[in-house]
């Protein structure tokens, strides 16, 4: 079984930086892609951003240029970076790995 873990998440200014954190455990972590997906009150979930094991990425549009994602291996770790953030942004940023998801953490863009 995969625990995964998210932090990371506050309240940020429009046009600020915040870097998310999934923190995995298991011995599959490594063997999957892992995933960050977000939802805004009142949306679907929505796919933002996904790293392949050996560290191929990928990016919705809305993101695309903002957000970097990275994955470090020996930590068990997935990194979302994301900057010039917009109060569009705001939602509860989700990490997945494989069938398995965080609890979420929250991120408020606002003035």
């Known amino acids: 079984q995969v625990r995964l873990v998210e932090s990371g998440g506050g309240l940020v200014q429009p046009g600020g930086s915040l870097r998310l954190s999934c923190v995995g455990s298991g011995s599959i972590f490594s063997t999957y892609a892992v995933d960050w997906y977000r939802q805004a009150p009142g949306k679907e979930r929505e796919w933002v951003a996904s790293?392949?094991?050996?560290?191929?990425?990928n990016y919705a549009d809305s993101v695309k240029g903002r957000f970097t994602i990275s994955r470090d291996n020996a930590q068990k770790t997935v990194y979302l970076q994301m900057n010039s953030l917009k109060p569009e942004d705001t939602a509860v940023y989700y990490c997945?790995?494989?069938?398995?998801w965080g609890q979420g953490t929250q991120v408020i863009v606002s003035s």
């Open positions: 997945k790995n494989w069938q398995y």
């Open positions: 790293v392949t094991r050996t560290g191929g990425v």
